[in-house]
């Protein structure tokens, strides 16, 4: 081949090349770490012998040799067909070169200290490697467009009929840029000086120099410099010594590990002439050697022909080049088009075990240093057009807005589900869905219900404290699932203009879906599914609680199953509306529902989940006109009296399908059978379970996709039957697999994928400071070690000693028990209030009202995103917990932070690593967001009752977030994780509130616009006039938290009681069963 920009393979014998096998002794400046070879597999696959996983990217270190062969032990990539010889031939890559070299057959040995590949013994391949149809003898350089076959028949053409081999589609690598000692700090240093001087010549020349000079120039408080010219340059000066220019190509060089990653010939194969941009991203953490194949085996389309625009990170940034130019003039060149690309997306890696930021913008154009673990809105969709259904959970929303800057195709499937006070406390369904866009028919936007149990006074007419908080985005593509969980709403301002936090990952599909995955939890004795992975079941729970009486949206939660989350990066912490109870112990069930035509014995079901419900109808019967002779009653009294009731108080009852009542073909009655024979089918009927439970469990266990068993304490049952009250009796349900129950992956059938859905909605799950508790728990915390404890958000609720010793006792935080204490005490080695106050353990970030001063977005938008009451200021002002939130990096200083991050760090004696956990997601510090702990005496047994975690827990928002955890150092193994790897958006430690420092409350705002001058008023007012809607946030609810403080007291005497709509259900069917 004689150029890589020849139209057509030119079929020659390469030249034999020499160079050392040593590896090298001294990096360069610039030292080329990775090769990544993009091919193309002509015939059969080729595997890599460490994952087994098809290969359509090679990575490559230098000077070591990888071998191509037959055999997976002593071969690296494999072709497995017998023609191939074990060790058929070698790929070699020169870094100082940046070359790649090919050889046939393998090295045996080098005689000498400075040994060449030509000075090496070698094995020959019995069938040879032919490259473009030439047979290569030693060592060749290996290009963009060469076909390399490793069998060819002498009867055959190796260049036209190629059997076994690849083709060569692209060559990248990642280049290490060591900035540590370079005296200059530049991105483009040298290649930038002739624009800038062309530039200070036009403004010599100008007439009006200085209006030249403002039109490229932004001066901020740090005394810096920005200059933006319209080519794409940026440069930016100090009022120090060091200079740096940067190209707004963002390739920045100037924080040292920094990687460039480039494409050295973009050429392809199938059109030499055109030279399409190709963008790679490689992440040096995340890289694993060997091979990739970033989409799945049977997808021929790579992530490298994905990835179409330029993306930075902290350890990677992009860019493209075009062959036979020079890195520097390549920069230049495409400094421009780069910068116009960045915004509409790019394959960028997911951060792991971290978070990123957003890129922020400031006057259109990207703020210089943010890029460095950033990430942009569009970013995430790439590319848009692979994406098959999107579901976003979000707060506010601008929807105009998203669907043009994303560029969303008209045809996708999007359902977004927001918040609206009107519609979620609606009780017609109908209004809780909306199509907004004629446009895009297949947009659906969903408002989730708000339960009747948080609304005041239990009546939802009159609403409630309630709020649709979360922000997800979940992404389906065929061959993988992408999950984001950010803290930024739908809108504009809040990706643009505010930090906002930023984690996702990417989870591929299954070969065989796993229906398991639904209702796993974490490991626990009484579940035989116990696992250390629950991502799928609480992203599925949360899911389906947003769409459980939408049954158009419902398939959503049967798409889960096609995809492996087994190597999710964190824990999902998911809060929803409700008053929560713990959950329920796992009994022993003898009696199962199950369709008649299925057989399923108890012994051998498969507990899936429980679920909390109860009793409609018990009242009818009981009462004076329908037991008139108090039969009913007193044979009730009989069956109950004979009741082995269990450790917790509670007996198992019957569930049967009632099918032959017009009223509901769905009813499922609920029955107590004579405890001395159970034969002879003697039983007593106490009631029903509630519609909205029976529409689910009779399809599921008619098909026989589910079994179900109910348990309920019988002195409830007594007692209301004998008040003759409408006291509602708490039924527990439990459910099981049944004897269809893995073919629900093939349920189409909407009433069915419906009910599947409700089933996993309905589902008990720990949320909040409960589910916070449960992850933590996992690992035993040394409490005995000192550890920094700091929450930071945008809304500060009514906190008190009870909520901050709440959420440090869910956070593992104990005390040293007292000698004279019994470990039986309920509070023996709890976190109280009374030892909170006493001995602060939580540092809340929440900016002051001097830094929201500084914001250059005004302190409007900061009025309309920021909520700390005055009344929760005053209980904390000399308590000394609050901290000033001061943005990180240093570049983000002057704008508002929307973040909701705590961590809490402990510091190992030993090697100095920090290890302990950090969270980030939609939770603010609240009550609403976390839950109300409410205790009442109540226990079923399952949990010890921690005084700070209560029995009970009232939680009024739909929340979601992930823990990363690094785990306390075991002394048998190697800690290789560090807590301080996971960088947070303010600084820390936090500088304390000095005396005259408060937070930024809404009356300290008032009182700041209050001193403003006329000029900057306007200013202001114009700024919160016209992104109104876009700011708003946690200041919609200001004094929420109050009102819910004392609404939430009302709730911890309030007894549970029929529903009005639930007794009339029942009524009704008790009237077509007793006729």
């Not at 079929?11 to 090298?24: A, E, G, V």
């Not at 075990?353 to 673990?373: C, P, Q, S, T, V």
């Not at 022993?588 to 051998?604: C, F, I, Q, R, T």
């Not at 915390?781 to 609720?797: D, T």
Request: glycine share 6%; with cysteine; charged share 20%.
């Amino acid at each position: 081949m004689s150029s890589t920009s020849d139209s057509s393979f030119s079929f020659q014998i390469r030249k034999r090349h020499q160079f050392d096998l040593q590896p090298l002794k001294k990096l360069r400046l610039n030292t080329v770490r990775l090769a990544i070879l993009h091919i193309k597999t002509l015939n059969l696959p080729l595997i890599s012998s460490s994952t087994t996983q098809y290969c359509e990217s090679l990575f490559l270190e230098p000077c070591k040799p990888y071998t191509i062969g037959r055999k997976s032990k002593l071969c690296d990539f494999v072709f497995a067909d017998a023609r191939v010889s074990k060790r058929h031939c070698q790929l070699y890559f020169d870094s100082l070169e940046k070359k790649i070299y090919l050889s046939d057959g393998y090295v045996r040995g080098c005689s000498g200290s400075n040994a060449s590949f030509s000075s090496c013994s070698a094995n020959i391949s019995t069938n040879g490697v032919f490259v473009n149809g030439s047979r290569i003898s030693g060592v060749v350089e290996l290009r963009v467009g060469d076909v390399v076959v490793l069998v060819c028949s002498n009867n055959e053409a190796c260049g036209l009929s190629p059997s076994i081999g690849f083709l060569v589609e692209k060559a990248v690598f990642a280049e290490e840029v060591d900035y540590k000692n370079s005296t200059v700090r530049c991105c483009r240093g040298t290649d930038n000086t002739s624009v800038l001087l062309s530039r200070c010549r036009d403004i010599l020349c100008s007439d009006d120099p200085v209006y030249y000079i403002r039109q490229f120039m932004d001066i901020n408080w740090k005394n810096r410099i920005h200059l933006s010219f319209g080519n794409g340059l940026k440069a930016s000066f100090r009022s120090s010594d060091d200079v740096e220019s940067c190209s707004s190509s963002r390739l920045q060089i100037g924080c040292p590990k920094r990687k460039r990653v480039y494409s050295r010939d973009v050429d392809t194969a199938e059109n030499r002439q055109s030279t399409p941009k190709e963008i790679t991203v490689i992440s040096a953490e995340n890289v694993e050697l060997g091979c990739s194949n970033f989409v799945s085996a049977v997808n021929t389309d790579t992530a490298w022909k994905k990835c179409n625009d330029i993306v930075d990170e902290q350890d990677a940034s992009v860019s493209s080049n075009f062959t036979g130019m020079s890195l520097e003039k390549q920069d230049s060149r495409q400094s421009k088009e780069l910068s116009d690309a960045a915004d509409h997306g790019g394959c960028i890696l997911p951060p792991g075990k971290k978070f990123y930021l957003n890129r922020l913008h400031f006057k259109g154009e990207d703020i210089e240093g943010n890029n460095a673990d950033a990430v942009s809105l569009p970013e995430l969709f790439h590319p848009i057009e692979s994406l098959e259904r999107v579901f976003i959970a979000t707060f506010t929303s601008d929807i105009s807005w998203f669907l043009t800057y994303c560029k969303i195709p008209l045809h996708l499937p999007v359902t977004i589900a927001c918040h609206s006070a009107e519609r979620c406390w609606s009780v017609d369904i109908d209004k809780r869905t909306s199509v907004p866009f004629t446009e895009y028919p297949n947009l659906t936007v969903v408002y989730p219900p708000f339960p009747e149990v948080i609304a005041f006074n239990n009546d939802r007419k009159k609403s409630g404290i309630a709020c649709h908080h979360p922000k997800l985005i979940v992404l389906q593509r065929e061959d993988k699932l992408r999950v984001v969980i950010t803290s930024a709403n739908l809108v504009a301002k809040q990706w643009h203009d505010v930090t906002n936090t930023v984690w996702w990952q990417d989870f591929p599909r299954l070969n065989t879906p796993n229906c398991l995955s639904l209702f796993t939890r974490l490991c626990e004795e009484e579940t035989n599914i116990g696992s250390k992975c629950d991502f799928a079941a609480q992203l599925a729970g949360f899911m389906a609680s947003l769409v459980a009486d939408v049954p158009s949206q419902a398939s959503w939660i049967l798409e889960l199953i096609q995809y492996d989350f087994s190597g999710a990066a964190g824990y999902l912490v998911a809060s929803v509306p409700g008053i929560h109870s713990q959950r329920s112990p796992v009994y022993e069930s003898k009696n199962l529902l199950v369709g008649n035509n299925h057989e399923l014995w108890s012994s051998s079901a498969k507990f899936l989940s429980s679920v909390e419900t109860s009793v409609v109808g018990l009242s009818h019967i009981y009462r004076a006109s329908a037991d008139s002779n108090g039969m009913h009653l007193k044979k009730l009294a009989l069956f109950l009296g004979k009741f082995r009731a269990n450790v917790d108080g509670m007996s198992e009852v019957v569930l049967r399908r009632i099918t032959n009542i017009p009223a509901d073909g769905n009813a499922v009655s609920v029955l107590i059978s004579n405890p001395e024979d159970l034969s002879v089918g003697d039983f007593v009927q106490l009631g029903f379970l509630p519609r909205n439970v029976a529409k689910w469990v009779a399809p599921l266990s008619d098909t026989g996709h589910f079994a179900f068993s109910a348990f309920l304490h019988p002195k409830e049952v007594l007692e209301t039957a004998l008040e003759q009250s409408s006291k509602e009796v708490k039924l527990i349900l439990y459910v099981y697999a049944g004897p269809t129950f893995s073919a629900i992956s093939g349920v189409t059938q909407l009433e069915y994928a419906s009910a599947i859905c409700s089933l996993v909605a309905s589902s008990q799950r720990y949320a909040g400071l409960w589910r916070l508790k449960e992850v933590l728990g996992l690992h035993k915390w040394p409490e005995h070690l000192q550890s920094e404890f700091i929450f930071g958000s945008s809304s500060v609720g009514s906190v008190n000693a009870q909520f901050l010793a709440s959420f440090a006792a869910a956070a593992g935080k104990t005390s040293v028990p007292f000698s004279d204490s019994d470990e039986s005490d309920p509070d023996w080695g709890c976190w109280t209030s009374s030892q909170e106050l006493k001995n602060p353990s939580i540092r809340i970030i929440f900016p002051s009202i001097e830094r929201v001063k500084t914001n250059r977005s005004g302190i409007m938008a900061s009025r309309r995103l920021l909520c700390f009451s005055q009344k929760t200021w005053q209980r904390l002002e000399n308590a000394g917990i609050l901290h000033d939130a001061i943005p990180h990096p240093s570049d983000r200083v002057g704008y508002p932070m929307h973040v909701k991050v705590g961590r809490r760090r402990f510091l190992c004696k030993k090697d100095g690593s920090s290890f302990g956990w950090v969270y980030c997601g939609s939770h603010n510090f609240s009550a609403a967001a976390w839950g109300r702990p409410l205790s009442d005496g109540r226990s079923n047994g399952n949990m010890r009752n921690n005084s700070a975690l209560g029995s009970r827990l009232h939680i009024s928002n739909y929340e979601l977030g992930i823990v990363f955890i690094v785990p306390p150092p075991d002394g048998a193994k190697e800690n290789t994780e560090n807590l301080d790897d996971v960088g947070l958006p303010f600084v820390v430690p936090p500088p304390k509130y000095r005396p005259t420092d408060k937070p930024a409350t809404a009356q300290a705002i008032r009182e700041a616009l209050a001193e403003l001058s006329e000029r900057e008023k306007e200013t202001n007012e114009a700024t919160a006039m016209a992104t109104d809607g876009d700011w708003m946030e946690e200041g919609v609810t200001e004094h929420a938290d109050e009102e819910e403080e004392e609404e939430v007291a009302k709730t911890i005497q309030y007894v549970s009681r029929e529903k009005e709509a639930e007794k009339a259900y029942a009524d009704q069917l008790w009237s077509q069963v007793d006729s």
